[in-house]
T-cell receptor
Framework: DQQVKQNSPSLSVQEGRISILNCDYT??????FLWYKKYPAEGPTFLIS?????DKNEDGRFTVFLNKSAKHLSLHIVPSQPGDSAVYFC????????????FGKGTRLSVIA | DGGITQSPKYLFRKEGQNVTLSCEQN?????MYWYRQDPGQGLRLIYY???????QKGDIAEGYSVSREKKESFPLTVTSAQKNPTAFYLC?????????????FGEGSRLTVL
C-alpha cells in the first residue's frame, strides 16, 4: 500500500521549457514534504521542501506547490536544463519529523537539448 | 568536511555469504537509516536507529541485520537469508526529531550477488 505515489515513471522535456513532476499521497497525517534529486550511482540530494501550512515554496528555478485538499504536490522546474536530467523522488513525513521519510518510486526526468 | 561515508562502493558476494556494509557519519546526527533502491521501486526502508543501542525494522527488514553501538556508525549486514540481495544500498542520517525530516545521504554501495 503506497502512501506516496509518483505515477509517471519518466518525463521528457525540451531544454528551456517547464518540467512538472507530480506526486500524490494518501496519509492525511503527513505534514512535511520534500523533493530529492538523484543521479545514477550516487546518493540522493535534497532539492526543496514544503510544510503543510504553506501552498507554495520557491527556490530559484524550482517551485513546489501543495494542494492539501487533493493530497497532491508538484515540482516545477523553469527553465529546464540538461543538468536537471535525473531521477526525482517525492517524500513525506509525519508527525513533526519523528517518523522516517516515506518515498515515492521516483520520476526519471530527461531534458533534451 | 562533514558527511556520510559508505564503504565499499562496490561489493560482490557469492550466494550463501553474509556481507557487511559500512556507514559512518561525522555530522553528529542522532538518527541513521538504511534504504535499498531497486529499479522502478524507489527507496525502501530496511532499518533505522534514532538513538544509540536502539533500532527499528523498516518495511523490508527480512534478511538484514544492523547494530548501533556508536552514534557515528550504523553497519548493515546482508545475510544469506536475504533472497534477492543485489541492489543499491543507501545510508542516511538526520537530527532526531528534526521537524523537516530532511535526510542526508551517503554515496551508496552497490552489492551484486554472483
Amino acid at each position: 500500500d503506497q502512501q506516496v505515489k509518483q505515477n509517471s515513471p519518466s518525463l521528457s522535456v525540451q531544454e528551456g521549457r517547464i518540467s512538472i513532476l507530480n506526486c500524490d499521497y494518501t496519509n492525511s497525517m503527513f505534514d512535511y514534504f520534500l523533493w530529492y534529486k538523484k543521479y545514477p550511482a550516487e546518493g540522493p540530494t535534497f532539492l526543496i521542501s514544503i510544510s503543510s501550512i504553506k501552498d507554495k515554496n520557491e527556490d530559484g528555478r524550482f517551485t513546489v506547490f501543495l494542494n492539501k485538499s487533493a493530497k497532491h504536490l508538484s515540482l516545477h522546474i523553469v527553465p529546464s536544463q540538461p543538468g536537471d536530467s535525473a531521477v526525482y523522488f517525492c517524500a513525506a513525513t509525519s508527525p513533526r519529523g519523528n517518523t522516517p521519510l516515506v518515498f515515492g518510486k521516483g520520476t526519471r526526468l530527461s531534458v533534451i537539448a | 568536511d562533514g558527511g556520510i561515508t559508505q564503504s565499499p562502493k562496490y561489493l560482490f558476494r557469492k550466494e550463501g555469504q553474509n556481507v557487511t556494509l559500512s556507514c559512518e557519519q561525522n555530522l553528529n546526527h542522532d538518527a541513521m537509516y538504511w534504504y535499498r533502491q531497486d529499479p522502478g521501486q524507489g527507496l525502501r526502508l530496511i532499518y533505522y536507529s534514532q538513538i544509540v543501542n536502539d533500532f527499528q525494522k523498516g518495511d523490508i527488514a527480512e534478511g538484514y541485520s544492523v547494530s548501533r553501538e556508536k552514534k557515528e556508525s550504523f553497519p548493515l549486514t546482508v545475510t544469506s537469508a536475504q533472497k534477492n540481495p543485489t541492489a543499491f544500498y543507501l545510508c542516511a542520517s538526520t537530527i532526531y526529531r528534526d521537524p523537516t525530516g530532511e535526510l542526508f545521504f551517503g554515496e551508496g554501495s552497490r552489492l551484486t550477488v554472483l
